[in-house]
């Protein structure tokens, strides 16, 4: 490339020459992570290192030369600099400097310095043949997704968030108020009785919270997981088609380019947060760095700049600082707890980590729509600039694989894939069976389910990601429109029905497909507005012929809002005994290759069969897991997530006569429950042994029947009292 002088490299040798080293080393260093020009990039790094030597910093002039040595076209000169440096100030070396090994990068054949050995698992593990489908050589553009639809769901998120909260601070404030009140005789202040001051007093917090939010983000993944400043320069150094191609784009988006960051764990992680473009950021792992190939990690990074590019990345970055509140909050009581609660109150100590993670459960509800929609526009721009759906599907894929290696190698899911998973490109809940399948499984046959199940959309509407199955067929449709073959062959996707017969019926056959407290709940919210309206007509109608028995129906809101409580216990009663039929265990069932479970393509959680597993139980220990929410099942040939339930339900878990599983983690165990297929496939528990022949009895059935029966007495209460 010709070299053609730049006024910023001008500017740079003039202070140099006149001895104004600071703003030489800013002028150079500005060239260095900006510029697509090689030939100045590199004379840059030249001055860059003279500008250091002569203004007296030879840590940072050896640091540079370190970092060049394997990075052509510097590494002869910076190899030679290096060396005269060492010499020359010998004080100046890191004593724990050691020469790194040299090996050959199989992509570009070009000598790279072999990563240093890791302190976790490898986030990868070879084995699988992947089909290795071609990339585009010359395509033309696939029709952009409107974005006027997200700016939509956008809105929707921020309102139905806003209201989420406001109800949480409120209720809140009025159990505090209410118990000061009756225990100490205190008053809370005129200003936290007033609804008007609480709206200005969150909306005010909100926005401070979506102006700082970079700033709140770095600080987070600084002090609790170690990020560190990754420039392009060194980027280019290991992977040079990633560097080339984002510095590419955001020249011909006319966007600054995002700044860079990395952090240091081999859990598989890439984001993007900001809140206008000159603040946005992009973070990855340094696992991520290592499990994929070049031209892999080019389309994450392009999925993380079309997050910047639609503008939905300012949204998810003010709403992830807040939901780091309850969760930092969870995870520094839980660790606070264990370390210094007495055995005997831990259980009363453990409800305060888990009232917040339940309020991090809570307020990720409203977001999760626009969390998976983005997905759909990030993939579609990464394709289309890339030109390479292929290596896209490749990364999403191994991503869920090193995701599964870590939970195996960790022994539990890890806090920064659950912190974090709404800006991921893949949810952690959904990597623990899929990535976990042997190596021969063709994964055309697991993923079959997430394409063609009739109701996977509505079973999908917990998860924080859109169905992987979904996505990459999406993106073997992109490769089929640029002339390509797909690196895997999935099923077209089913169609929802298009007609309001079709649709009605589906709903009214929703208690086949959901889990039984969901479908309870909207044949309860159908039927008892149904049963209402019906009673409150016949109010009218006899207040209009006269018949004045019966028209104080009319009028009878106490009365009939009940109903919706006892059609939700009569659902439940009603379908109970088929949600949770008696355990036989077929010969088929007992110890099933885990990925034979995923195949039925027709499978749904209601038609649950009981089977038998055996493995180790991973999980986190001790008060973080007391409402037994991070409990895996680590098989001969996968993960599979369990569900336990005590006869209380999940809070019944805290109390100190209930039986914990989590107290077995790390140890081989027997399972025998239900096995749910949905979006996150799971297993719900109805006994567990351990090897030392302990037997651990769950309630779930036992705690739905409560429920019903608690459901109709308080219908019955309320119709008393009114």
């Given amino acids: 490339m010709t070299f053609v002088t730049d006024p910023a490299f001008a500017a740079g040798e003039e202070a140099l020459k006149e001895k104004d080293y600071e703003t030489a080393i800013a002028h150079f260093t500005a060239i260095t992570t900006t510029e697509l020009d090689e030939t100045l990039v590199s004379r840059a790094h030249r001055a860059l290192a003279v500008a250091y030597t002569q203004s007296g910093q030879i840590k940072k002039a050896i640091a540079l030369c370190q970092s060049l040595v394997y990075c052509p076209p510097d590494s002869d000169w910076a190899t030679q600099t290096l060396a005269d440096l060492i010499a020359r100030h010998p ?3 890191d004593p724990e400097y050691t020469e790194p090994k040299i090996q050959l990068d199989s992509e570009n054949l070009l000598p790279v310095a072999s990563a240093p050995s890791p302190k976790e698992a490898d986030v990868f593990v070879p084995g699988r043949r992947w089909r290795n489908g071609e990339r585009a050589k010359n395509w ?3 029709k952009p997704l409107k974005l006027s639809r997200l700016w939509l769901v956008e809105v929707a998120t921020i309102m139905a968030l806003f209201w989420l909260l406001r109800f949480t601070l409120r209720s809140t404030i009025n159990i505090i108020s209410i118990a000061l009140t009756n225990i100490f005789n205190i008053y809370l202040p005129q200003l936290f009785n007033n609804s008007h001051n609480l709206d200005y007093i969150l909306g005010g917090f909100l926005l401070l919270l979506f102006i700082l939010s970079p700033w709140l983000l770095d600080t987070i993944l600084k002090l609790f997981y170690g990020k560190k400043h990754f ?53 990855i792992s340094q696992g991520l760095l290592e499990t994929l190939s070049d031209e892999e990690l080019a389309t994450i990074y392009l999925t993380q700049l079309g997050h910047i590019i639609n503008g939905d990345y300012r ?5 992830m600082v807040l939901l780091q509140i ?18 005997k109150l831990k259980n009363i100590i453990a409800i305060i980590p888990a009232l917040f993670y339940g309020i991090y459960w809570l307020w990720r509800v409203p977001v999760l729509w626009l969390s998976r929609r983005r997905c759909y526009y990030s993939d579609r721009f990464a394709a289309q600039y890339t030109g390479n759906p292929n290596a896209l599907i490749r990364a999403l894929l191994k991503i869920t694989i090193a995701m599964a290696e870590q939970v195996k190698f960790q022994g539990h899911t890890n806090w920064l894939l659950e912190g974090f998973d709404l800006l991921e490109p893949v949810g952690q809940r959904q990597a623990i069976s899929l990535g976990a399948i042997p190596d021969y499984t063709p994964y055309e046959k697991v993923l079959a389910w997430e394409c063609t199940n009739p109701y996977r959309k509505w079973l999908e509407q917990v998860n924080s990601h859109p169905l992987l199955g979904d996505r990459l067929y999406l993106l073997g449709r992109y490769a089929y429109f640029w002339r390509l073959e797909p690196e895997i062959d999935l099923p077209a996707l089913r169609r929802a029905p298009q007609d309001n017969r079709a649709k009605l019926i589906k709903m009214l056959n929703c208690y086949q497909a959901l889990p039984i407290l969901q479908s309870a709940f909207l044949s309860g919210l159908l039927f008892g ?19 004045w028995q019966l028209d104080w129906l009319v009028h009878a809101d106490s009365f009939l809002n009940p109903c919706i409580l006892f059609a939700f216990s009569f659902s439940i009663i009603i379908w109970i005994n088929g949600y949770f039929p008696d355990i036989q265990i077929a010969p088929t069932r007992q110890e099933p290759p885990l990925q034979d479970l995923l195949k039925d393509e027709n499978a749904l959680p209601p038609s649950g069969e009981g089977v038998r597993l055996s493995g180790k139980l991973l999980g986190r220990k001790g008060i973080a897991n007391l409402l037994v929410q991070d409990l895996i099942l680590e098989t001969s040939n996968g993960l599979i997530k369990l569900h336990f339930f005590s006869w209380f339900g999940p809070l019944g878990n805290l109390f100190p006569f209930a039986p914990h599983p989590h107290q077995f983690v790390g140890e081989n165990v027997t399972v025998s429950g239900w096995f749910r297929r949905s979006s996150t496939p799971w297993l719900d528990i109805d006994t567990l042994e351990t090897s030392s022949g302990k037997i651990i009895r769950a309630g779930y059935p036992i705690w739905t029947l409560i429920l019903a029966i608690g459901s109709a007495l308080v219908g019955a209460y309320l119709i008393i009292q009114s």
Avoid at 315 to 319: D, N, T
Avoid at 328 to 333: E, G, P, V
Avoid at 335 to 340: A, F, P, V
Avoid at 537 to 544: R, S
């Fill in 91 to 93: 004080e100046a070396l």
């Fill in 140 to 142: 033309k553009a696939i």
């Fill in 231 to 283: 420039s392009l320069s060194e980027l280019a150094c290991q992977r040079i088609e990633t560097a080339r191609l984002l510095q590419r784009t955001c020249v011909k988006k006319r966007i600054p380019l995002p700044k860079l960051g990395i952090l240091p764990t081999y859990t598989p992680i890439a984001m993007s947060y900001g809140n206008i473009k000159p603040t946005a950021r992009i973070v």
């Fill in 315 to 319: 949204w998810m970055s003010g709403i």
């Fill in 326 to 343: 309850p969760y930092t909050l969870y995870r520094q009581t839980a660790k606070l707890g264990e370390k210094l609660a007495p055995d």
């Fill in 529 to 547: 507005i149904i049963s209402r309206n019906l009673l409150r007509f016949i109010g009218i109608l006899c207040n209009a012929v006269g018949i």
